[in-house]
């Protein structure tokens, strides 16, 4: 299980790159898993997870940096057969542009060979991709049902920073 998290600012250890700076309120647990990615959520799970996000609870939020550029991660998510990406937005976070997908996931999950290996994708969540500093970052938000976590996934992305 991630330990709970005082709240307050985060930074990622050095070993992420970009470096992220975020800030959280009460409620929220975490962990930086590996020099490639790092998790926050809310509500621990009240039944057995089945995997290291869904410890995580009702909002879950993964950041990883992925291996292609920022466009052709786009372009090869879009090109999945195991999902329908369908519409993108533009979106800025931390001062950098990015895209936001709504991607509809067929079956359980995806996994995303070409962006990030081992990485699977759940229905209803939502992707953003970024290009900060030159590199391609994918955020994953999931939210549980019968919750109201957008506003505290609005609330967290506009805290979120990419220092030098």
């Given at each position: ?61 993964c950041v990883f940096r ?99």
């Amino acid at each position: 299980m991630p330990p709970p998290l005082e709240p307050g600012t985060y930074q990622t250890r050095p070993a992420f790159f970009p470096r992220t700076t975020f800030t959280l309120g009460e409620g929220w647990y975490g962990a930086q898993e590996s020099h490639s990615s790092w998790c926050v959520g809310t509500q621990r799970a009240p039944r057995p997870p089945a995997n290291f996000r869904e410890t995580l609870g009702a909002i879950r939020i993964c950041v990883f940096r992925v291996g292609p550029p920022y466009r052709t991660a786009i372009s090869r998510f879009k090109a999945l057969t195991t999902l329908t990406a369908g519409a993108s937005e533009p979106i800025r976070v931390g001062g950098y542009p990015g895209v936001s997908f709504h991607a509809a996931v067929h079956g359980e999950h995806s996994l995303l060979p070409g962006i990030k290996p081992f990485i699977d994708l759940l229905p209803g969540g939502r992707q953003i991709f970024l290009n900060v500093h030159g590199k391609a970052v994918l955020l994953l938000i999931e939210i549980s049902p019968r919750t109201h976590g957008e506003a505290a996934v609005r609330g967290l992305l506009q805290t979120m920073s990419f220092p030098p």
